[in-house]
């Protein structure tokens, strides 16, 4: 059963940073461009970053431009969301997907997703 586990999230104050982890099971995700979304309360799920598949090739959203990076390690089987100079509007539910593709000017997850995990910036 292809699934993946998002960990990392928790509560951290205007500046600090987290880093997420997401792991695949059941699956060889190094087939895949792996993304991260996420979705703040009354808000639509956003694109955050996409990462190819041996992890030359990564994008991220403006929003999170130079604070965000975005890795990936095959042999673990993970992909990371390094988050600095967190803002408060960066809190939202963060999901990791696999089989990340650019469709009609968006990018979608068209693989699997994860359960997401909570990130709250708040002092």
């Known amino acids: 059963q292809r699934q993946l586990v998002e960990s990392g999230g928790g509560l951290v104050q205007p500046g600090g940073s987290l880093r997420l982890s997401c792991t695949a099971s059941?699956?060889?995700?190094?087939?895949?461009?792996m993304g991260w979304f996420r979705q703040a309360p009354g808000k639509e799920r956003e694109f955050v970053a996409v990462i190819g598949r041996t992890g030359s090739t990564t994008y991220h959203a403006d929003s999170v431009k130079g604070r965000f990076t975005i890795s990936r390690d095959n042999a673990k089987n993970t992909v990371y969301l390094q988050m600095n100079s967190l803002k408060p509007e960066d809190t939202a539910v963060y999901f990791c997907?696999?089989?990340?593709?650019?469709?009609?000017?968006?990018?979608?997850?068209?693989?699997?997703w994860g359960q997401g995990t909570q990130v709250t910036v708040s002092s």
């Open positions: 997907a696999s089989d990340v593709v650019a469709r009609q000017g968006r990018w979608q997850g068209i693989g699997s």
């Open positions: 059941g699956f060889t995700s190094d087939y895949d461009a």
